[in-house]
């Protein structure tokens, strides 16, 4: 059988007076009057049919009865303030597992961090770079950023942002060894961060035939290839997100003013069954909140954007050698 609770408001009444020590403290923290107040306090003890306070002069104390009372009427109040406020700020503590592709957050990510923890100083974060579309539906992982085509099926899953992909090197090895047509390329290491296909892509673009013969590296993601490239190991592939700040703090150059449109794109993804949690929506909400911030600022893809310009946006421009060029041995 449920047991029966005295009324709220008197119970409120109470607890703001015997903390006060005072009528008037009490109505004025509830904003209601002296008289208020009195009447809530006798309606409490006419349901108690006990006496919870005695005056002696000016002086307002408890009964034995009101002191009993008190820390279990305080406890309540604080446990509800404590839920309520849990309720109310829901986004604003917690923990995540995040996994994203290893160059955006070395390049990108990573840079943000801070905003991100001033926003949701509460909400801690447990970072893993991986391209894996699996972990959209592991139990460990919360959120994934994914680079792909986007068909992955049974889950939450938005478009985050395009990608133009363009040449990069550092300028220590061009000052050694200048790029000035696109026959140069002949001369250098070509750096890949996937199997060759977005370099295929750029090549077929920039109508650069045959490859094979130059001397190339693979690596297992674009952000090794980029770190390659600027220790000036060769060329590699950047793009206006992850290379954009490496261009403006001039760690890297682009040696052909060419720019092509990715194939692939960054995706933000999880399972449906966490998507609406107030953690995961505060750090996809900020995701998309920060790359819009960067494209109103243009800034720091500005740095690539002046440099670069895209084939498909300039189809008459070409590389600085305007005619079809084949790489091959010497």
Same mark, same amino acid.
């Given at each position: ?114 905003? !991100? ?101 693979? !690596? ?62 505060? !750090?996809?909400?900020?995701? !998309? ?42």
């Amino acid at each position: 059988m449920t047991q029966r609770l005295p009324p709220l408001n008197p119970l409120r009444a109470f607890e703001a007076t015997a903390r006060n020590r005072s009528l008037t403290k009490a109505a004025k923290e509830l904003c209601v009057t002296h008289g208020a107040i009195s009447h809530q306090i006798k309606a409490l003890e006419n349901s108690l049919q006990v006496k919870l306070f005695k005056r002696t002069g000016q002086r307002l104390t408890l009964t034995e009865h009101g002191a009993e009372l008190l820390p279990s009427v305080t406890s309540a109040f604080e446990e509800i303030a404590t839920a309520t406020a849990r309720m109310t700020r829901p986004a604003k503590s917690g923990s995540l597992s995040i996994t994203c592709v290893s160059a955006l957050l070395s390049l990108w990510l990573m840079p943000r961090l801070a905003s !991100f923890t001033a926003r949701y100083p509460d909400i801690r974060l447990t970072l893993n770079a991986a391209n894996d579309p699996a972990a959209i539906h592991s139990p460990d992982v919360d959120i994934a950023i994914l680079y792909g085509d986007g068909s992955w099926t049974d889950c939450w899953l938005k478009l985050w942002s395009h990608l133009d992909l363009f040449p990069i090197a550092s300028p220590s090895l061009i000052n050694n060894k200048p790029i000035r047509t696109a026959r140069d390329l002949a001369e250098h290491t070509i750096l890949h961060g996937d199997g060759g296909h977005e370099w295929h892509i750029w090549l077929t673009a920039a109508d650069v035939r045959g490859i094979s013969g130059v001397q190339q590296h693979h !690596f297992s993601d674009a952000r090794l290839a980029i770190e390659a490239a600027l220790l000036g190991h060769g060329i590699a592939l950047g793009d206006t997100l992850t290379a954009a700040s490496l261009l403006t703090r001039g760690q890297v150059i682009v040696p052909f003013k060419l720019a092509v449109p990715a194939v692939d794109a960054f995706y933000v993804a999880c399972s449906n069954d966490v998507r609406s949690t107030p953690a995961v929506d505060a !750090f996809i909400d900020w995701l !998309f909140s920060s790359i819009e911030e960067d494209d109103a600022r243009a800034e720091p893809m500005i740095a690539a954007r002046r440099t670069i310009r895209r084939a498909q946006q300039n189809p008459g421009v070409q590389h600085t050698e305007s005619v079809p060029v084949e790489l091959t041995e010497s």
